[in-house]
């Protein structure tokens, strides 16, 4: 399964972004979709992550900013970013974890700045 990410960008601080990302082929069955980050000598830590049947669970310091969410039909999932601010600087990954397995995607650079 190959993760294909799009939407990152520069935005100025409180503005908004989408990422995309869609899988390459049907995931249907249980699955975890989610959204990690990471930057220049840190380590890669969780966004928002969500389930086949719609439970969320998201970082404190993300949460009522970001919202993600699925179309299970499109096998895409999606991360609504709002009130941006220059910490959440990032390249954002996409992470699919189905029977065992985890698959990333190749990342996509968000940077906020004025």
């Known amino acids: 399964v190959q993760l294909v990410e799009s939407g990152g960008g520069l935005v100025q601080p409180g503005g908004s972004l989408r990422l995309s990302c869609a899988a390459s082929?049907?995931?249907?069955?249980?699955?975890?979709m989610g959204w990690f980050r990471q930057g220049p000598g840190k380590e890669r830590e969780l966004v928002a992550t969500i389930t086949t049947n719609g439970g969320t669970n998201y970082a404190d310091s993300v949460n009522d900013r970001f919202t993600i969410s699925r179309d299970n039909a499109k096998n895409t999932v999606y991360l609504q970013m709002n009130s941006l601010k220059p910490e959440d600087t990032d390249v954002y990954y996409c992470r699919l974890f189905r029977f065992g397995a985890v698959y990333w995607g190749q990342g996509t650079q968000v940077t906020v700045s004025p």
């Open positions: 082929r049907d995931i249907s069955g249980l699955n975890d």
